[in-house]
């Protein structure tokens, strides 16, 4: 996910296109604050066998399983 800083101008004109979105163009975007990002852990297989293993400890993959298998019995049932 990219973070950008939106200045006080920047929020108007985001408000404005928030209401019509037709008239977002590219000419209002700030691709400076979107090119210039500072990455302060470059590791990123690192951070995927980290969060791999957090999933697994956490006890999430039972809470993923158990709703597939539910999910699939209601769709089963509904079906």
């Known amino acids: 996910m990219i973070l950008v800083e939106l ?4 929020y108007l004109i985001w408000s404005d296109h928030l209401i019509n979105p037709a008239m977002l163009t590219w000419q209002d975007l700030d691709i400076g604050s979107i090119l210039a990002q500072s990455v302060r852990d470059t590791n990123v297989l690192g951070q995927m066998v980290d969060m791999w293993n957090t999933f697994i400890r956490s006890g999430q993959v039972w809470a993923l399983l158990i709703g597939f298998v539910l999910g699939y019995l209601l769709r089963g049932i509904t079906a």
Not at 7 to 10: G, K, Q, T, V
């Open 7 to 10: 200045s006080l101008n920047n």
